[in-house]
C-alpha cells in the first residue's frame, strides 16, 4: 500500500529519494481524508523549501490543507498537471500526482522520517482513536 | 472519553447516528451535532440533488410550537414578514428580530390552523431562539420548544416528488411550494412540507423520531431507480449557496440588518409594529452600512468564509460564504462590501493567503432550477 522506498512525515507527506534530490506529495491517506481535491497552489521552480514549513495548499471543496515539507533546499520542479487536473491526487498520490522536486541541502533531515512500516502503523492508530 | 465533559458541551445525534455510522459517512459537529458532512464525496451528492434527488437528514434543526389566541400577534410583534397572509397548511420563509432590524435566527413559519404555528429554526440557535421568544412573550402566547418531538428528513431533487409519490397518498401536485400537509409518507404520520434549502424542487417531512430508521431506508429504497443517494451538510452547503441562500452565522448574525442582507423582501413594513421595524425604516430611509453581494473569482483560487475584500488598495469588506460551486463549476462566494461599492460586473480583490485575487460581482442566484 504504502511504498517502501518513500519516506513520511506526521503530517501525510511522503518524500521519494533519488541521489540528492527528493520528490515530495501527499500520502494515499491524505487524499482519503480531504475528500474530492479541487485545487492546488504550488511555488516556483527556483523557490526554496524549508523542513517543516508550508510549501503550498491542496484544497477540498470544504477545506484547505497547507502542505509541509519534510526537508529544506531548492525546488528543481514543480508538476504542472496539478494545475489542469487536480482530482489526480485523488487517484495517483504516490506517483503521477507528485507535487515537487527538490535538491536536498541536508540530508540529515530524513533520519527523522517514517519508513513506510511506521507510517502504516501511526495511520492505523490515528483511525482508531 | 472525557466524563468530566458536562452534558451541554457533548455533541447531540440525531436517531439516524448510528445509520449514517453505518452508511460510512464522515461525521463532524456542526451546531452542538453530530451530523453526516459527507458519504459518497460533497460533489458527487451535490450533483445528485441537482439531477436527480438527494435524501438529508436535517433533524438537528428545531421546533417551536407557538398556539392559543394570542398566537398570531405574538408572532407578528417578533417577526418582520406578514404572518396574517398565511392561510392553513401555508409556510413563509421569516426571521426573529432584534431592535436593531438584524435577524436573531432565520426560520420558516408555518400555520397548522387559526392559534397553531410552528416556527423551524437553525439547529445552533434553537435554545437562543426559544429563550428570546420567551423573554418578549408579553402578550401570553403558548410557547413550547417541541424540537426533540420531530425528526426532520429533506428530499430534493428534479425527482423527489416521483419518489415521494410512491411511499404517500398525499396528493402531491396540489401542495404548492411553502404548503404542506399532515400526511403519511412510508407508513409514518407526520407533516410533508414543500419546503426546501437546495434551489431545487423538494420536500421537508417531520415525525416522530422512533420511525427514523424506517422512513430514512424507505426513502432511499423507493428513490433506488431514480438514483437517490443520502446527502450530508458538506453539499447542503454547496447547494445552498448556489442558490444564493443566507446562512444564519455567516450572512446573517446581529450585526447585520436584513435590509444588508437582500432580505428587504421579507419585511413587511406596512404590516404594523415589530420589533426592528423602527431600525430598519430608518435604515431604509438613511441608506444601509454595507451590502451583500455574490461573486465568482476571476483568477485561479478559491474565496473561503471570512476572507477580507479589497477595493482600491483598502481592506474594504469580508466575505461570509465561500467555496467552489459543484453544479456550476465555478469558485464562487458571497460578500459584504460597502454599499457604493455593490455593483453587478464590478471587480474587487479578495485576499487568499499572501495573494489577491480578482473576483467580479454577479448577480443573483448563482443557480436557478430550471422550470
Known amino acids: 500500500m504504502y511504498p517502501e522506498e518513500f519516506q513520511y512525515t506526521k503530517d501525510h507527506e511522503w518524500i521519494r529519494l533519488d541521489g540528492d534530490t527528493g520528490t515530495i506529495g501527499i500520502t494515499d491517506h491524505a487524499q482519503k481524508e480531504l475528500g474530492d481535491i479541487v485545487y492546488v497552489e504550488l511555488p516556483n521552480s527556483g523557490e526554496e523549501v524549508i523542513a517543516a514549513e508550508t510549501f503550498g495548499t491542496v484544497e477540498s471543496v470544504k477545506a484547505v490543507s497547507e502542505v509541509f515539507s519534510p526537508v529544506t533546499g531548492k525546488i528543481t520542479a514543480v508538476n504542472s498537471k496539478l494545475q489542469e487536473h487536480p482530482e489526480l491526487l485523488n487517484s495517483d498520490p504516490h506517483a503521477g500526482a507528485w507535487l515537487i522536486r527538490v535538491l536536498i541541502s541536508d540530508p540529515k533531515e530524513l533520519e527523522g522520517l517514517m519508513s513506510s512500516e511506521e507510517y502504516e502503523a501511526y495511520i492505523q492508530e490515528a483511525e482508531s482513536s | ?371
Request: with cysteine; glycine share 10%; charged share 20%.
Open chain 2, 1 to 371: 472519553m472525557d466524563l468530566a465533559m458536562p452534558a451541554e458541551s457533548r455533541p447531540k445525534r440525531t436517531a439516524l447516528y448510528s445509520t449514517h455510522q453505518a452508511a460510512g459517512a464522515r461525521m463532524m459537529e456542526f451546531g452542538g451535532w453530530e451530523m453526516p458532512i459527507e458519504y459518497a464525496g460533497i460533489t458527487q451528492e451535490h450533483l445528485a440533488v441537482r439531477q436527480r434527488a438527494g435524501l438529508f437528514d436535517v433533524s438537528h434543526m428545531g421546533e417551536i410550537a407557538v398556539r392559543g389566541p394570542r398566537a398570531l400577534a405574538f408572532l407578528q410583534s417578533i417577526t418582520c414578514n406578514d404572518v396574517s397572509r398565511l392561510s392553513d397548511h401555508q409556510a413563509q420563509y421569516s426571521a426573529l428580530m432584534y431592535p436593531q432590524g438584524s435577524a436573531v435566527d432565520d426560520c420558516v413559519i408555518h400555520r397548522m390552523g387559526e392559534n397553531d404555528y410552528f416556527i423551524c429554526v437553525n439547529a445552533a440557535n434553537t435554545r437562543k431562539d426559544f429563550d428570546w421568544l420567551a423573554d418578549h412573550n408579553s402578550v401570553g402566547a403558548e410557547l413550547e420548544n417541541v424540537s426533540s418531538q420531530y425528526s426532520q428528513l429533506a428530499l430534493q431533487g428534479p425527482k423527489a416528488a416521483a419518489i415521494l409519490g410512491k411511499v404517500t397518498g398525499a396528493d402531491l401536485a396540489s401542495i404548492r411550494t411553502y404548503w404542506f400537509t399532515p400526511a403519511q409518507c412510508c407508513g409514518v404520520v407526520g407533516i410533508l412540507a414543500r419546503t426546501g434549502y437546495t434551489g431545487e424542487d423538494g420536500f421537508e417531512f417531520y415525525f416522530s423520531p422512533e420511525h427514523s430508521e424506517g422512513v430514512w431506508n424507505a426513502l432511499l429504497d423507493a428513490g433506488k431507480d431514480e438514483g437517490v443517494q443520502p446527502v450530508g451538510l458538506g453539499a447542503r452547503n454547496t447547494l445552498r449557496l448556489e442558490a444564493g441562500y443566507a446562512l444564519y452565522g455567516h450572512e446573517l448574525d446581529e450585526n447585520t440588518t436584513l435590509l444588508e442582507a437582500n432580505l428587504g423582501w421579507i419585511c413587511k413594513l406596512d404590516k404594523g409594529e415589530f420589533l426592528g421595524r423602527g431600525a430598519l425604516l430608518k435604515q431604509r430611509e438613511q441608506g444601509v452600512g454595507k451590502k451583500l453581494v455574490g461573486f465568482e473569482m476571476a483568477e485561479a483560487g478559491i474565496a473561503r468564509d471570512g476572507y477580507a475584500v479589497w477595493i482600491e488598495g483598502e481592506k474594504a469588506g469580508q466575505v461570509t460564504s465561500g467555496s467552489p460551486a459543484p453544479f456550476l463549476k465555478k469558485n464562487i462566494g458571497l460578500a459584504y462590501v460597502p454599499p457604493a461599492a455593490a455593483q453587478p460586473g464590478h471587480e474587487f480583490m479578495i485576499e487568499i493567503r499572501q495573494r489577491k485575487v480578482r473576483a467580479r460581482q454577479v448577480i443573483l442566484p448563482f443557480y436557478r432550477r430550471p422550470k
